[in-house]
């Protein structure tokens, strides 16, 4: 299914099935997910080391390496969904509200196209 019409509550439960199924849920500790998450967002990485900016981009576009990019992500986001499983957190809220905090931190009059923060106000 499309991102358009795909639940992450649905995504959750495909990756729980897959999990189950195997019997690795007692393997699905939060700092065995945590490392597993972070090892692959570097393997998503590496399809982008020492690319400038264009060639990023165009490494992105590339059919010669959109599959394995593609994989490197499906990766990371199988390992959120499990520690958002292991953890029963709400991903959909915590994202929600890691929006309004970031909206608070960097307003968009003052961030708009600036990769800077703000400065904080003077007292």
Known sequence: MPDTTETIAQLRQAVQAFVDERDWRQFHTPKNLAMS????AAELMEHF?????????ARGSDPAHRDAIADEMADV??????????LELDLSSAVKSKLVKNAVKYPADQCRGRFERPRPPAE
């Open 37 to 40: 998450l972070a090892i692959e």
């Open 49 to 57: 080391q020492w690319l400038d900016l264009p060639e990023s981009v």
């Open 77 to 86: 986001c199988c390992y959120l969904l499990s520690l958002a499983n292991a």
